[in-house]
């Protein structure tokens, strides 16, 4: 069976057109699935009784389980946990900023990249998500709380450009002028830098900010960190990362995650400067969260306060990472990690 929430209108118009429905038909449904996060076709009640039905039994509507979810005192973030049709489980989380409420989705249910710190890969990768399914964190969170979401960043688990073709579907449907129409300038792709992938969304013609997983000032520190660093050395990232700024005129932003003992000294500070400059690029530096399955301690946010103002004595532009939802932490993929391994012993 077709699945209808990741067509885009264009298809869905030319399926209906075929069925001999009128095409104005299809821009109902769209709007139904996107623009008002329709969970059912029951729902669509400017729909005839048959059309539903036979929507029903032509196309599936992916819509996601809420199986938990995990609400900050401090600052109302909220951390989700949701359940996919096929019973994978996979976390989201929405937070409140200034400039408005922003989601956090996973890309993949697991991931296969082996960062050293990250919770999200320590069981591999279990699949890809549907671009349904990426849109469903953000819709479903969008009925949960009423609120009104203006950003997203793809930043949950998995690695968005290891699910290249579903998450280019996923952004052009959520920013599709009849959906929910979010600005594509305020969607944040992050990759530990898979060197294609990064030379491929530069031509997509998409103003979408790039984030770059760092985290290492040289190829050899990089590859005890994160294993994709054997396969693409620092050069050809940071070329490719350039390139993308020509392209898009989007300035890219550096994701350094602090470890401390292993990249946070005032000798790394400096390298990063180095490394970075001349650049029209922004580090974001993150106080590693530590996972109870690795060793990794976090730099001290007076530490991290130091490394900062190094940055920013050579020029470069950085801030620390505010940390949200201090009262439910965990670090990213612990929740479902959590959750799966507790019910794997009940
Ligand atoms: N695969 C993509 C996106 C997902 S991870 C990527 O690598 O960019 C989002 C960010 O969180 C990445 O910068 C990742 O390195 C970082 N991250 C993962 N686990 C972390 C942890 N325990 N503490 C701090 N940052 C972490």
């Known amino acids: 069976m077709k699945e209808i929430r990741s067509m885009t209108l264009q ?51 992916v819509t996601l389980e809420q199986i938990q979810v995990l609400v900050s005192a401090l600052d109302g973030t909220r951390k989700y946990l949701f359940r996919l049709p096929d019973g994978h489980l996979i976390e989201s989380v929405f937070m409140k900023y200034r400039h408005g409420n922003s989601v956090c989705v996973s890309s993949q249910a697991g991931c ?20 349904s399914e990426i849109l469903e964190q953000v819709y479903q969170i969008v009925r949960d709380t009423g609120e009104k979401i203006s950003n997203v960043v793809i930043m949950g688990s998995g690695e968005p450009m290891d699910n290249y073709e579903n998450v280019l579907r996923f952004i052009r449907l959520l920013t599709d002028e009849k959906g929910y129409h979010m600005s594509q300038r305020n ?4 990759t530990c830098g898979i060197v294609p992938g990064i030379r491929r969304l530069s031509e997509e ?3 979408v900010t790039l984030a770059l997983s760092l985290h290492a000032v040289s190829d050899e520190e990089r590859r005890q960190l994160m294993p994709v660093a054997r396969k693409y050395p620092l050069q050809e990232v940071l070329a490719a990362c350039d390139a993308y700024f ?17 990249n946070d000294s005032g000798e790394h500070a400096r390298r990063l400067a180095v490394l970075l400059k001349g650049k029209n690029c922004h580090v974001n530096l993150i106080p590693v969260n530590p996972i109870k399955e690795r060793l990794f301690q976090s730099t001290s946010r007076a530490e991290a306060a ?41």
């Open 11 to 61: 298809e869905l118009t030319h399926d209906l057109v075929e069925e001999g429905e009128k095409q104005f038909r299809a821009k109902q449904i769209f709007a139904w699935l996107h623009a008002r996060q329709a969970k059912s076709f029951d729902e669509m009640s400017d729909l005839s009784l048959a059309l539903r039905e036979k929507l029903k039994e032509t196309y599936e509507l």
């Open 112 to 131: 296969r990249m082996g960062c050293r710190f990250c919770a999200s890969t320590l069981d591999g990768l279990a699949r890809n998500l549907l671009p």
């Open 187 to 190: 969607i944040t792709l992050s």
């Open 205 to 207: 013609g998409l103003p």
């Open 246 to 262: 020509e392209k898009t005129g989007r300035r890219v932003s550096f994701e350094y995650s602090l470890v401390k003992g292993v």
């Open 306 to 346: 130091n490394f900062q103002l190094t940055l920013e004595k050579y020029g470069i532009n950085a801030t620390i990472r505010r940390e949200m939802g201090r009262d439910i932490q965990g670090a990213c993929g612990q929740l479902r990690r959590d959750y799966a391994g507790a019910s794997l012993s009940l």
